[in-house]
């Protein structure tokens, strides 16, 4: 069964790598177009792409108060 995206970051929020691996298979194609679109093909895209995963890990690891998730959590993952 394919959760969607929503779902698989709720996973993400609660500390499952496993959706965070799926969310990269899933958006590793369209990141790379668009960081190519942005930076007009120069070499270091690949590096942008994995600062851009490093930095929603980072902002997505599990700090939860209260049974809910940071605000800014959702917000960081629509930017991806």
């Known amino acids: 069964m394919d959760q969607d995206d929503g779902a698989i970051v709720e996973r993400v929020l609660a500390g499952d790598r ?3 691996g ?3 298979d899933r958006h590793r194609e369209g990141a790379t177009r668009f960081a190519l679109r942005i930076l007009r093909g120069r070499a270091d895209v690949e590096d942008v792409v994995q600062e851009a995963w490093l930095s929603f890990a980072k902002t ?5 108060e209260d049974g809910r998730c940071s605000r800014d959590r959702p917000r960081n993952a629509r930017r991806l």
């Open 18 to 20: 496993d959706a965070f």
């Open 60 to 64: 997505s690891s599990p700090s939860v």
């Open 22 to 24: 799926i969310l990269i």
